[in-house]
């Protein structure tokens, strides 16, 4: 069976992907996801697309509760290393984002830095996780979620972003956005921790901030608040506008 590009590029890049400039902002994210839930240590939280468990492993230093699922094996090996080190146990465990079977288990979910949605190939398939996250919640159960924002690309060049934005020797070419689907199809270069060269066809969907509303509330949320994505300063006070990348996304399980 052919490989998903996304899967592909995880199979063999923990170490490259700690070397990215979008990993930097660890410390106050968690400040972010703390202040969410009131500092409250009896929460229980899952992590969807935990890859090598950055968020995770600091809120458990913190003293938080946490499962984290990745698709990526190598993603996994690495986190489990990077919490022995750290000295913190956390529940990673092997999973699709698409096929998650947890029932009203959580307190707070995250979807954070593109750990899962919005990589998915079809809308339907980015949906079935957002439906996955409702699901984990228990009711009044808080998810957050940062994603690509779809008015980014209407005034701006994703491949010169993302590229100005690289540490590792990673390179997009020939982005091109189509305005009927809001996904941005690009040729991506890399190595992987290995040294071998890969080349991705890449497909990620971004999302305006109406229709991210309409399918948080028709997957069970309410409340939902989207603000600006700054790396390392997420805050309720960031207006999101057409210079963020990403847009940082409260809401509520009813």
């Known amino acids: 069976m052919t490989k998903r590009w996304y899967e592909e590029l995880f199979e063999n890049f923990g170490e490259k992907y700690e070397e990215e400039s979008f990993t930097k902002g660890t410390l106050g994210e968690v400040d972010f996801i703390e202040k969410e ?6 929460v229980r939280i899952l992590d969807i697309g935990c890859g090598t468990g950055r968020h995770d492993i600091e809120l458990a230093r913190r003293g938080y509760n946490i499962t984290g699922v990745d698709l990526s094996e ?8 990077n919490a022995k080190a750290a000295g913190v146990q956390i ?3 092997r999973a699709d984002a698409c096929s998650l079977e947890f029932d ?3 307190d707070l979910v995250l979807s954070v830095c593109e750990g899962a949605f919005p990589l998915m190939e079809t809308d339907e398939m980015n949906f079935r996780i957002l439906q996955n996250a409702a699901h984990a919640l228990k009711s009044g159960g808080k998810y957050i979620l940062t994603t690509l924002n779809g008015l980014f690309p209407l005034h701006h060049s994703t491949e ?6 690289a540490t590792s020797d990673s390179v997009t070419k020939g982005s091109r956005f189509n ?3 809001f996904r941005d199809i690009s040729i991506l270069e890399t190595t992987d921790d290995s040294g071998n060269t890969k080349t991705l066809h ?5 999302y305006v901030p109406p229709e991210i509303s309409w399918l948080l509330k028709s997957a069970g949320f309410h409340n939902i608040d989207i603000f600006g994505c700054k790396l390392g300063a997420w805050s309720r006070n960031d207006k999101l506008m057409t210079t963020d990348f990403e847009m940082l996304v409260v809401a509520e399980k009813k």
Request: with cysteine; glycine share 0%.
């Open 74 to 81: 190598s993603m996994l090996n690495k986190a489990h290393a």
């Open 160 to 165: 010169n972003f993302v590229n100005d934005a």
């Open 104 to 106: 009203n288990e959580f």
């Open 202 to 206: 890449c497909s990620e969907r971004y």
């Open 91 to 93: 529940d990673f465990r």
């Open 179 to 181: 305005l009927m689907t």
């Open 37 to 42: 839930i009131n500092h409250d240590k009896s």
